[in-house]
């Protein structure tokens, strides 16, 4: 009998998830590229990748790397690991990897591009200008390409080629249409053999929305006090105002039929006892990265806006967070690359 030929896969982007995600899909049977800016593909080609686990073990990981996609070819299934208001600048790369069958799977947070896609009036036909203004997005990646996933992984980078995983490994995956497919089983199948928890479903807007409910309520707090997940939740003045965002994006979500299992302080406790992390939005803050405000928050006005759901705490923390980041004093903006 012929074995399977192993699955092609590129990761695009060497930050905390794309390199999480090289080290451990390295020891699967996948013909594994990870694509990375030249620079730091010169530090993982040299070093590797160095992954503290959240047990404090520390190793070195050998990981194929480019700089150059083209040398890749054409890919089963290409990972886009950049932030979303990175993904247009990601489109030549995706480019150069895609053939007529590779499965897309953007991990980002907040609403992607593609929410609209299959779904009734007032979404039906619209393009969210908050997450693709242009429409780059959605004329380039064929919405039947794409694989929708969540992540529940606490990863910082510390460097390039260093990543510390300090908490949780599952991953959630699913079809912009409900279907089960079989890009949605590939991908599931080999997150499990990497060691990941990892589903497939079929609804998977509402488990983006349940992942969104924590992103929009802790971190633009987190990039406006400097405050871990620990104390925003501890402290009673954030945790009200946490509290009142995720209230408006629950009316949001349900007038999009979304329905949430569990509450706002039960959400709220959870991401308490996750403990003393730094939120990827106080993590860009602090290195004078451009902030994710636009998938992650203006993304939830915008959807307000189409449902006639009044969203002031949204709006409002996304112009202080918008205004903090103008005033770092290292002249970075919410606008820089």
Known sequence: MT??????????????????????????PADLTLV???????????DGITMISPQGRVSRVPVSVTDDPLSA?????????????????????????????????PMINGIPWWYPHGQPEPLGGCRLRS????????????????????TWVSVEGEGPGRIHHRDDQRFIFGDPLGRRTAGVEAVVELFGLAGFQARGSLDIRTDIWTKLWGNLAFNPLSALTGATLGVLCSDPGTRSVSAQ?????????????????????????????????????????????????DAIVRSVAELGALVGVPTPTVETVAALVEMKARQRGDGTTVQAA
């Open 245 to 293: 965002l995720m209230a408006e994006a629950k009316a949001v979500a349900e007038k999009l039929g979304v329905t949430f299992t569990t509450t706002i302080e039960a959400r709220i406790s959870m991401a308490q006892a996750v403990g003393d992390y730094r939120t990827s939005m106080l993590q860009d803050m602090e290195a004078g990265r451009r902030l994710e405000v």
């Open 73 to 105: 070819g054409r890919q089963d299934i290409v990972f886009l690991c950049v932030k979303a208001h990175a993904l247009t600048g990601a489109l030549d790369s995706l480019g150069a990897l895609m053939g007529p069958e590779t499965v897309v799977v």
């Open 131 to 150: 997450v693709d203004p242009d429409g780059l997005l959605e004329r380039a990646i064929p919405a039947d390409r794409v694989v929708g996933s969540v």
């Open 3 to 28: 074995k399977a030929p192993s699955p092609k896969v590129a990761i695009v982007g060497a930050g905390a998830i794309g390199s999480l995600l090289a080290a451990r899909l390295t020891a699967t």
């Open 36 to 46: 990375a800016r030249s620079a730091t593909a010169d530090v993982i080609r040299r």
